[in-house]
């Protein structure tokens, strides 16, 4: 019994030093900014809106930048300077925005 709690409890601990922290991502987004706006929702033409995007996708993207299996020219130069960390919590700023959607009413 002792073990098994001892088990569960590393799972909890391993849980929280895993858990993306939104202070850093607002931090780490201020570089960010220029392009994709403050809100996350950019100006820039070429620079794609952030805000409320899935973080698995934000994060995906940002690993695939880093690799090189996604390339910009922009992007993969970012993306390089950042830590595994770093692209966890700059997802989870971002997901963190709420959008609404409006449906066209049209008939
Ligand atoms: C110099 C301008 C610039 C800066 C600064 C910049 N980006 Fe980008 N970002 C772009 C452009 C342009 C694209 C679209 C590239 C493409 O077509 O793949 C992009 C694409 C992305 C995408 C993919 C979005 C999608 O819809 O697929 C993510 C995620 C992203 N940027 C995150 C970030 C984060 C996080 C930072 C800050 C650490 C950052 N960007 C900084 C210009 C920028």
Known sequence: MKQLVLFFS????????AAADLSAGKKLSIQ?????GKDGVSRNPEAPNLAGMSSLYLEKSLVDYRKGIRQDRRM???ASALSMEQI???AAWYSAFEIS???PEID
């Open 10 to 17: 590393m799972f909890v601990i391993a849980g929280f030093a």
């Open 32 to 36: 960010c900014s220029v392009c994709h």
């Open 76 to 78: 993969s130069l970012i």
């Open 88 to 90: 966890k919590d700059l």
């Open 101 to 103: 959607v409006k449906v």
